[in-house]
């Protein structure tokens, strides 16, 4: 029905940049937000951005001036810049789309497979 496929991680050193990307695709009539989240090991998943309909936008106070999320004029793909890596930014970084399927009511929420970051020297 729906598929958020992420790209972009892998490993870099502290201070570097990387860009997540996430593509939805499939029977989608409304997307309602998009976002990030992450879980690194032993931990729970968190929030670490997300990006409304109208473009309103929400950062973890760990990420804030460090990351940028931002979306594509179709409103179908999004973007996690991430700068000024920490060692603590290590994770696997989850893709999220609070949507409404095609002809169908209910919004819902999907998730991509995850895509893993690793910062270290």
């Known amino acids: 029905q729906v598929q958020l496929v992420e790209s972009g991680g892998g490993l870099v050193q502290p201070g570097g940049s990387l860009r997540l990307s996430c593509a939805a695709s499939g029977s989608i009539g409304s997307i309602y937000a998009m976002g990030w989240y992450r879980q690194a090991p032993g931990k729970q998943r968190e929030l670490v951005a997300t990006?409304?309909?109208?473009?309103?936008?929400m950062y973890a106070d760990s990420v804030k001036g460090r990351f940028t999320i931002s979306r594509d004029n179709a409103k179908t793909t999004v973007y996690l810049q991430m700068n000024t890596l920490k060692p603590e930014d290590t994770a696997v970084y989850y893709c999220?789309?609070?949507?409404?399927?095609?002809?169908?009511?209910?919004?819902?929420?999907?998730w991509g497979q995850g895509t893993k970051v690793t910062v270290s020297l």
């Open positions: 999220n789309a609070n949507l409404r399927l095609r002809g169908q009511l209910p919004r819902r929420d999907y």
């Open positions: 990006i409304t309909s109208d473009s309103s936008t």
